[in-house]
């Protein structure tokens, strides 16, 4: 799974990388905006954490020494680091299908909750209580040295020593605030959003463009948001048979193992797709990237380079210089 892993993750980060410049463009300043250009970064952390944590400390690369130090500080440290990045970026999609479920069901009233500063605020918020549900993860392991080599071993996650911790947090704790509150929350907007844009259909030949592009949006993000409950789906399954068995079901038996690793892989796979899903709907977004392979600078007859001036108060951007060539914005969409 190491190999599988590997390429999978490093896609994921140059996608990511790319959507974040997309989303870092001067205009944003709509609310989706910079949730998208937050979720960037917070899925460019989850996937750089993943990287060691699912394919580099099991590539045969290693030494006995150098595998044992790897393993053990991976699953010590950057574990729970991962398990930060994976909330952060679950409770921002819980927040972009709020933002859709106000601007579709709820227009009058986006001015008044779909703000930057509102934006912000809702992203620390986020991130502290991501940093604060996850804590305990640092406690999970214990590193120790045997002949020279170094290992880890469960401490807090020894079901039959802390059974308490084992039922509590790992299991009801995860299964609320990482599975029940989030899913319910999109499942609930996403079927409002859906019966919203069934009842809107008709009347699409009378919207404006701008309408049209807020709709256009609202179909990107809920092909997002229905992705990553299939993504997450199975993994929340496996947790609720792990809490009937009151055990880890993985450690004992190889083939619930191979799921569990096929369970992770589409979280990865979530993480690393969302790229290819604003590409696919969103047509400024594939704008600004088909942009990245031309120049940004143009060099005039003396060789001199063009500074390209973007306007920040229509929807384009244009570039003083005898050349008449425009470029598109992200905004909404």
Not at 170 to 184: A, G, K, L
Not at 290 to 316: A, E, L, P, V
Request: aromatic share 18%; net charge positive; proline share 2%.
């Amino acid at each position: 799974m190491a190999f599988v892993y590997l390429p999978t993750i490093l896609i994921g980060l140059l996608g990511n990388l790319l959507s974040l410049y997309a989303y870092s463009r001067p205009n944003r300043k709509s609310m989706v905006g910079f949730l998208l250009y937050s979720l960037s970064i917070s899925d460019i952390f989850l996937l750089v954490f993943a990287l060691p944590l699912f394919s580099i400390m099991y590539l045969p690369i290693w030494t006995d020494e150098q595998k044992s130090f790897v393993v053990a500080y991976t699953a010590k440290y950057v574990y729970p680091l991962c398990m930060m990045a994976k909330t952060c970026s679950l409770y921002i999609m819980v927040l972009i299908t709020i933002e859709r479920w106000i601007a579709v069901c709820r227009p009058l009233e986006v001015q008044i909750w779909c703000r930057y500063t509102t934006s912000s605020y809702s992203i620390a918020a986020i991130i502290i209580f991501a940093v604060v549900l996850n804590f305990a993860r640092f406690f999970e392991f214990e590193i120790e040295y045997i002949d020279g080599l170094v290992y880890f071993k469960r401490e807090l996650l020894d079901s039959d020593k802390h059974w308490w911790y084992f039922m509590f947090y790992f299991i009801v704790i995860s299964i609320i605030f990482d599975y029940t509150v989030p899913f319910v929350i999109m499942f609930v907007a996403n079927m409002l959003i859906i019966s919203e844009l069934r009842r809107t259909k008709k009347e699409r030949s009378l919207m404006t463009i701008q309408q049209q592009k807020e709709q256009n949006t609202t179909v990107m993000l809920l092909v997002i948001t229905i992705f990553f409950g299939f993504c997450h789906f199975f993994s929340m399954a496996l947790k609720l048979a792990e809490s009937f068995a009151g055990g880890f079901l993985t450690i004992h038996n190889i083939y619930l193992e191979m799921l569990g690793e096929i369970f992770n892989y589409l979280i990865i796979i979530h993480t690393a797709s969302t790229f290819f899903i604003y590409y696919i709907f969103s047509e400024k977004f594939r704008q600004i990237i088909k942009g990245i392979w031309n120049n940004k600078r143009r060099f005039n007859r003396h060789g001199s380079s063009t500074k390209i001036i973007y306007n920040t108060d229509t929807t384009i951007i244009k570039k003083e210089a005898s050349m008449k060539t425009r470029y598109t914005r992200i905004s909404s969409g």
